[in-house]
């Protein structure tokens, strides 16, 4: 954050690993079942379930390119001054769309796996059809969401000076993704942290928690770390001696 830009990660970014962990072990079982079948003499009565397999087999190596072999995190850049957008597509291209023109909303569901979160849809000119929709970084219950929402909100229409002040806990920020790929380390509190406050329940959790951070490891090290492009950076300068420059430096841990 600074007086110029709030930059924020995508929604998928705290559980990466997960979609890896689970394709693998699709890709491993579906391969299984392959070569358990094929090796019968009569394969003809295998057809049907070859098939199934293959699918299998194919939507895992599809859903391990969703989280590893792509980007190490999808930014989203916030541009107070020229109340521009900026969000890091998953094919490596820039969404670059006025802030005055988006429509936000609560996106996901309440009823299945209570994946909530706050979605900015850029609109076509009939104000009804949604050309595109992204999602900012953080999944959670309503009230937890409409609080988000009005920290971007406020910053946007306010500056960092609305924001920063009235803050329950300080600023914590995120170490610089853009210059480095994260630790084996990081990515395991990371995930951990998901269940903050819950110790007995985030140890018992280890048996899946930490072979998921192994594969956000991988996931991490496949992925390419996104730059945005010049023209970017150029409308994104920080004026020499902000003073409301926030970043991993200035945390403050209580």
């Not at 009565?45 to 098939?51: D, L």
């Not at 190596?61 to 597509?89: C, E, G, M, S």
């Not at 670059?96 to 569901?109: H, N, P, Q, R």
Request: charge should be negative; aromatic fraction near 14%.
């Amino acid at each position: 954050m600074n007086d110029t830009f709030l930059e924020g990660i995508d929604k998928f970014y705290p559980v990466r690993g997960f979609v890896a962990m689970s394709s693998v072990f699709g890709i491993c079982f579906s391969l299984v079942l392959l070569v358990t079948m094929l090796g019968y003499d009569e394969i003809q009565i295998f057809i049907a379930p070859i098939g199934i397999a293959l699918l299998l087999l194919i939507a895992s190596l599809w859903l391990l390119t969703r989280d590893a072999f792509t980007y190490t995190h999808f930014p989203i850049r916030f541009n107070r001054k020229n109340r521009q957008v900026y969000v890091w597509r998953r094919n490596g291209t820039v969404l670059k769309a006025c802030w005055d023109d988006l429509y936000f909303t609560i996106g996901g569901s309440e009823t299945t796996w209570k994946d909530l979160y706050v979605a900015g849809h850029v609109m076509d000119a009939d104000g009804v059809t949604v050309r595109e929709t992204f999602a900012l970084g953080a999944s959670g219950e309503k009230d937890q969401l409409q609080t988000l929402w009005e920290f971007y909100r406020r910053y946007m229409e306010e500056g960092p000076q609305a924001v920063l002040p009235v803050l329950e806990k300080p600023l914590i920020c995120l170490p610089r993704l853009d210059l480095q790929r994260e630790t084996w380390r990081f990515g395991w509190e990371r995930i951990t942290l998901q269940l903050n406050g819950w110790i007995l329940l985030q140890i018992v959790s280890q048996v899946f928690m930490f072979p998921q951070s192994l594969f956000r490891w991988i996931a991490m090290h496949t992925s390419k770390i996104p730059q945005w492009p010049q023209w970017v950076e150029d409308e994104c300068a920080i004026e020499a001696n902000d003073p409301w420059v926030r970043d991993v430096s200035t945390n403050v841990y209580l």
